[in-house]
């Protein structure tokens, strides 16, 4: 018995691209604030609106290859491996396809609006009540940029994913020709 067997195929597919997004979420939240938060050149107390700029900085300084790796190689892997617990679960249509693709995409957009709300929330904690405002009034313009960055990143990453899945698949059926 499979361990999604006792839910419908669309609840499977949306929880196999949850996980797949979750993972590309700790992924993303490791690379992008675990690590510039401890990096030897953070030197600051903890202090909400330091740990943000410090976030903000490591972002803009990071080569492009890092962004690749974390924003679309990233998600193009836990795609791969959603579709493959998805056909060992017998989930395989393109509608239930999409369902698996929208969590994909679905789990990082949704981090990166929860980490804001996080930021903000730490901000008035650690400084004063007033600075929320001011950083809901910087926070929401920057992550709503940063969103739409990842989101088109993250699609790139899953429809690629999302094509070996199909292609193999093609391969495998013997219906791509072989030179």
Not at 68 to 79: D, H, Q, R, Y
Not at 93 to 98: G, P
Not at 142 to 164: C, D
């Amino acid at each position: 018995m499979t361990p999604g067997a006792q839910s419908s195929p669309r609840t499977q597919a949306l929880v196999v691209g949850a996980a797949a997004g979750t993972v590309s979420s700790v992924v993303a939240l490791v690379a992008y604030f675990i690590l510039p938060l401890t990096a030897e050149s953070y030197i600051y107390g903890f202090n909400g609106m330091e740990a943000t700029y410090a976030v903000l900085v490591y972002f803009f300084a990071v080569e492009p290859l890092y962004h690749a790796t974390v924003l679309v190689g990233v998600p193009f892997a836990t795609t791969r491996g959603a579709f493959f617990v998805a056909r060992r679960w017998g989930v395989a249509n393109r509608e239930l396809d999409a369902a698996i693709i929208g969590g994909v995409l679905f789990v990082p957009f949704t981090t990166i609006w929860v980490a804001m709300i996080v930021a903000v929330v730490v901000i008035g904690i650690t400084n004063a009540p007033v600075f929320m405002l001011f950083a809901l009034l910087f926070g929401v313009p920057i992550t709503i940029l940063l969103s739409g960055f990842v989101i088109l990143v993250n699609v790139a990453g899953a429809i690629g994913g999302y094509a070996l899945v199909r292609l193999l698949a093609r391969v495998r059926a013997g219906s791509v020709e072989r030179n």
